[in-house]
């Protein structure tokens, strides 16, 4: 019977937004690659400037004068010193570039692996809308076939059809009930196809946790 098989949602979905994608974890992860690279770009431009430092104490100090005990602050700060890179035969010119490099070699893989994400998800829409269609016209299909299976039956019963009629009703109609049968599982399995290609079953983890993906 038609009933067999699970329906799959009776609601349609034309677009998803895009924010949807970072659920992703190749999209995830190739962001956080980008961050990573860009802050070693950071990184390595800061090591060709000047640095300060400055040298010194600060702490609390206990005088005694006349048996009696007097505690200050004290502090004292010594010279500023300043380190200059000195000539490294462009080492630190050559690690910016190689962090440059390996930032723009990030930025390349997310924008490719967003293009993937777009692209799967496009799929998977256009095959949700077309087991859609199908499975709508499948069904009204059936709805004929039922009722002129009934009609036959009833001009058999009546001695106005013969029982090859009344079996080639009956083929007719159960193939139509398969069919439908069969786009409810392929309906269903284009929403699983769409859920997972916009991320879903897997969480965004937080810092030093694992990514967890969904049994479901």
Do not use: C, H
């Not at 962001?31 to 600060?58: H, M, N």
């Not at 893989?109 to 949700?128: C, D, F, K």
């Amino acid at each position: 019977a038609a009933g067999a098989a699970a329906s799959a949602p009776a609601i349609a979905i034309a677009e998803l937004p895009a924010q949807t994608l970072s659920q992703r974890p190749d999209v995830f992860t190739a962001e956080r690659e980008v961050t990573a690279a860009s802050a070693d770009v950071g990184s390595a431009q800061a090591q060709r400037y000047p640095r300060l430092a400055l040298s010194g104490s600060i702490g609390y100090g206990n005088f005694r004068a006349g048996g009696v005990n007097t505690g200050t602050d004290t502090w004292t700060i010594g010279p500023v010193s300043m380190s200059l890179p000195i000539f490294d035969a462009g080492k630190r010119r050559a690690n910016v570039d190689a962090a440059s490099a390996r930032y723009d070699a990030a930025v390349s893989s997310y924008r490719a692996t967003v293009r993937q994400a777009v692209s799967e998800v496009e799929q998977a829409l256009v095959n949700l809308d077309a087991t859609g269609a199908r499975a709508t016209d499948a069904q009204a299909a059936l709805d004929g076939y039922r009722v002129n299976y009934t009609a036959v039956e009833d001009r058999y019963k009546n001695g106005l059809a013969s029982l090859f009629e009344l079996e080639d009703a009956r083929r007719t109609r159960l193939a139509a009930e398969q069919t439908v049968i069969n786009l409810q599982r392929e309906r269903s399995a284009a929403w699983v196809a769409l859920y997972r290609a916009a991320g879903g079953g897997w969480t965004v983890p937080t810092d030093g946790a694992p990514a967890v993906a969904s049994a479901n």
